[in-house]
Nanobody, 121 residues
Framework: QVQLVESGGGLVQAEGSLRLSCAAS????????MGWYRQAPGKQREWVAA???????NYADSVKGRFTISRDDAKKTVYLQVNTLKPEDTAVYYC???????????????WGQGTQVAVSS
């Protein structure tokens, strides 16, 4: 009952920027955290950033200082501002939501469909 729809990916030159969006919909009782992973072809999925229910943020070392995660509670949307992009940032970026759909249900992880970010040198 939770759907995450991503947008904002695209092709950009090195040093450029994008703003990725992930809009949540459906039945959501509570949210523990939202965040982003990315996966480049032939590589393992890599955690990128997360924002907790309190607003605390965490970043992978590889993106710290360049990426910023934020959210808009009214729009139920999480964002990832990606700046100073490098070719190695090229990947499919997936957002996730850690939450529950009822008061007594365990927390589950819900995934977006992914959005492609391609950075040219």
């Amino acid at each position: 009952q939770v759907q995450l729809v991503e947008s904002g990916g695209g092709l950009v030159q090195a040093e450029g920027s994008l703003r990725l969006s992930c809009a949540a919909s459906g039945s959501i009782f509570s949210i523990n955290a939202m965040g982003w992973y990315r996966q480049a072809p032939g590589k393992q999925r890599e955690w990128v950033a997360a924002i907790s229910s309190s607003g605390a943020t965490n970043y992978a070392d590889s993106v710290k200082g360049r990426f910023t995660i934020s959210r808009d509670d009214a729009k139920k949307t999480v964002y990832l501002q990606v700046n100073t992009l490098k070719p190695e940032d090229t990947a499919v970026y997936y957002c996730y939501l850690d939450g529950s759909i009822s008061w007594n249900s365990p927390t589950s992880r819900y995934w977006g469909q992914g959005t492609q970010v391609a950075v040219s040198s």
